[in-house]
Every structure is written in structure tokens, then in C-alpha cells.
């Protein structure tokens, strides 16, 4: 049975929200887990970090693999090894032993976004992938929003343990689902890609001004984001005193940034066009970090004094991160599998190094953390500029017609 394209889209939301939960569902225990394993915060952001660089890495090999393989293949051996290291981490006694499977399991989760992202790419043109990829954004606006909801329940009622349970039993569902029903939409597989063909695939992303453009503004910010999910349970809980369940709900509320910003993507992008959306978002999101810098160094540290401009700095996000992800996969849509390798390695990459930064120079306080937020945003603003020499930015995707009533377009891909 062939998926409508209506169950393609529920189908790649499914995939993200659980490689999301997988990111961030144990973070409410995080604190408790240094204790039981007898180590340090930093320590324990290993978990968390290693995750991230594992993800990184993986997408540089899963995306070539399914521009050559299929996407359906890659996916199904990615979900298997996830299942089998999400059970290798409920069984760890060890703090070396859990970050070791967290590495593996990084491996196998990294195959849902990017085969998510490269089955929207070959299903629906550039300015539709854009809109499909602002309603997948819902699932990374909600889903480590509950992650932390869920975690914080079932580590009261059960133990970190059982977190990790849960998300295994999700992946074995995802798996079944996948075998049972998805077909293969990479129709035009790169038959001779070896070494030297993806080389000279990574050399003509890495090479164009365009595709950095996109990907590293995305990049950053989706980096900024991920220093608060790493630090956040450590300053919510240790420093401003909250519970794990009460650090959960706080987390929560700037969801609703992300939602808003998902539902403004999907219904403008259409008309207003990628890279207008993308300045507009690197707008709020700069707004946010600026409120975000005053409340700190004007001494107000309670929980309200860092969600509410997090939750301004999500939603320009949240207008930012489809957007960007869209345009970079339309630079070469020849090698959307490989582009969406690239794409996905420096999103994971600019997250690990956000969180590793935010942990090696915690000290109590949140300032850290928010040093490093408003870094990686600052950088992934000026990273855009990389997208404009002498051109300016088009208010109308480069996929609508020329018989659109303005007529200008973007600069050509490069």
C-alpha cells in the first residue's frame, strides 16, 4: 500500500518526535543519575553530548548510504541498532557503560531525521518540503517539550530506567511500522556513488555560499536551543531549586513559542518566501537573547526571568529551522540524501558543542548557559549573510512561477 502524501508527513512526524523524545525524555533524571552513578554534572553531560557528536558523525555516512541504497533499507538496520543500544542503556551500571550506549544509540536515531527529511525532499518541491517541514517542526516543538513531562512522571513512579524502556518500545513500533508499510521513494539512486563520488557530493555542498548559508544559520540556532535542553535541568533544579517535574512543566511553556512559530511557517512561507522567513525568525530570536542577557546581568534569576525570552527565542526558531533545512536540501536535490547528511551533521555537531561549552563552564549559575545561547544565535545571524553577495532576498520561493504576481526570485543556488 502506497502512503498518500498526507500519511507521508504523519509518518516523518512520527519519526522525529521519537528521535526527539530519545534526546531529551532522561533529562528531569539527570540530576538524580549523578548521584546514583557516583560522578559529576559535567560527567553525566557526556550522555547528552556524545549523543550529539554520535549523531553528527552518523549522518555523514546514513545520508550517502541511502542516495545509493534506498532510504527504506538504511532506516530499518538505523531502527534495529537503536533498539538494541536503548536496551544496552536500561542494563548499564556504569557511567562509562551508559555513555557508550547512548553513542550507539545516537547512531541508530540519527537515521529518522535524515531519512525524514530526505523523504520529504524527494515527495514534494521546494516551498511544499518547506511547509511539510514547519508541521514536522510541531514534533520538535512538542516533543521536547513533553519529553521532559513524560521523563519527570515515569522517574517518580519507576526510575530513569524505565524512560529508556519506554522510548525502546517505541522504537520496536517505529521499526514494525516501517517494514510493514513504508516504500521506498528514492527513485533516482546514485548506482556508482563510492568514495570519490560522495567526496566530490560533501566538496560541492561545502562549497557553495548558498548551502552554507542555510545550513549553518540553522545550524547555530538549533545549537542554541540544545544548550538549554542540556543545562537547563541542572539550573532549573540545582540552582533555582525547582523539582523535576516542576523544571518539566517550566520547560514546557516555551513549546507554545515553537508552536506559534511552526503555525506562522507553515502558513506564510508560501507567500512571503525562505529567506524573507529566515531574517524574520533570526529577528526574534536575537530579541529574545537580548531580553534573555538583560534579566541576567540585571540579577533577576528566577525560572520565568529564562523561559519567557526562551520562548521569544524559539518561536524565531521555529521560522528559521524549516526554512533553512528546505533551502538547503533545494541547493543540489540531486543529493538530498547527501545534503541532508551535511545538513544533519552540522546541526548535531553545532548542538554537542553548545552543550559540551555550556557544561565545562558551569558554575552555579545560569550564565553559562546563556553566554553560550546568545553565542551560537549571534553566530548563526551573521552566518546568514553568507546567502547574499550583491543580491537581495526574494519575497517569493524559488519554486513559485514566474507568472506570480512579483516576479523577483532568489539568487541562483551555487
Do not use: C
Not at 533499507?73 to 562509562?96: M, N, Q
Not at 521546494?126 to 508541521?135: E, K, M, Y
Not at 510541531?138 to 524502556?165: K, M, R, T
Amino acid at each position: 500500500m502506497k502512503l498518500s502524501d498526507g500519511q507521508i508527513v504523519a509518518f516523518v512526524t512520527a519519526l522525529v518526535a521519537v528521535a526527539q523524545l530519545s534526546t531529551s525524555i532522561y533529562l528531569p533524571s539527570m540530576p538524580a543519575m549523578t548521584l546514583e552513578f557516583g560522578t559529576d554534572p559535567a560527567t553525566m553531560q557526556l550522555t547528552f553530548t556524545v549523543y550529539m557528536l554520535g549523531a553528527a558523525v552518523a549522518q555523514l555516512v546514513i545520508g550517502p548510504l541511502s542516495d545509493r541504497f534506498g532510504r527504506k533499507p538504511v532506516l530499518l538496520v538505523g531502527l534495529v541498532i537503536y533498539v538494541v543500544a536503548t536496551f544496552a542503556a536500561v542494563l548499564a551500571h556504569s557511567i562509562e557503560v551508559l555513555i557508550l550506549a547512548r553513542l550507539v544509540q545516537s547512531i541508530g536515531a540519527t537515521t529518522r531525521p535524515v531519512m525524514g527529511r530526505a523523504i520529504v525532499r524527494d515527495r514534494f518541491d521546494r516551498a511544499r518540503g518547506a511547509q511539510v517541514l514547519a508541521n514536522v517542526g510541531l514534533a520538535l516543538a512538542l516533543s521536547p517539550a513533553i519529553a521532559p513531562l513524560i521523563g519527570a512522571v515515569v522517574h517518580d513512579a519507576a526510575g530513569w530506567q524505565a524512560n529508556f524502556l519506554l522510548i525502546g518500545v517505541f522504537g520496536i513500533v517505529t521499526l514494525l511500522v516501517s517494514f510493514r508499510w513504508l516504500e521506498e521513494t528514492n527513485q533516482a539512486r546514485l548506482a556508482g556513488a563510492g568514495p570519490a563520488a560522495l567526496a566530490l557530493n560533501f566538496a560541492k555542498l561545502l562549497t557553495s555560499r548558498v548551502f552554507l548559508a542555510y545550513a549553518l544559520s540553522s545550524s547555530l540556532m538549533f545549537g542554541a536551543m540544545f544548550a538549554f535542553f542540556s543545562e537547563g535541568p541542572f539550573v532549573f533544579i540545582d540552582v533555582l531549586g525547582t523539582t523535576p517535574t516542576g523544571y518539566a512543566l517550566y520547560s514546557a511553556l516555551s513549546v507554545v513559542g515553537f508552536a506559534a512559530g511552526s503555525y506562522v511557517t507553515g502558513r506564510a512561507t508560501m507567500r512571503v518566501g525562505l529567506d524573507r522567513m529566515i531574517v524574520l525568525g533570526i529577528g526574534a530570536a536575537l530579541a529574545g537573547v537580548v531580553l534573555l542577557l538583560a534579566l541576567a546581568f540585571g540579577g533577576v534569576t528566577t525560572p520565568f526571568a529564562i523561559i519567557a525570552p526562551m520562548t521569544v527565542f524559539v518561536f524565531g526558531i521555529a521560522l528559521v529551522f524549516p526554512n533553512g533545512a528546505a533551502g538547503a536540501l533545494g541547493v543540489h536535490p540531486e543529493i538530498a540524501g547527501t545534503a541532508s547528511a551535511l545538513l544533519g551533521f552540522l546541526q548535531m555537531g553545532t548542538a554537542a558543542l553548545a552543550t559540551l561549552a555550556a557544561g565545562r563552564l558551569s558554575d552555579g549559575t545560569q550564565m553559562p548557559m546563556v553566554g553560550v545561547i546568545a553565542a551560537w544565535a549571534a553566530l548563526g545571524a551573521l552566518s546568514f549573510g553568507l546567502r547574499y553577495g550583491r543580491a537581495r532576498p526574494s519575497p517569493l520561493p524559488a519554486d513559485v512561477p514566474a507568472s506570480a504576481s512579483v516576479p523577483r526570485r532568489d539568487p541562483p543556488p551555487q
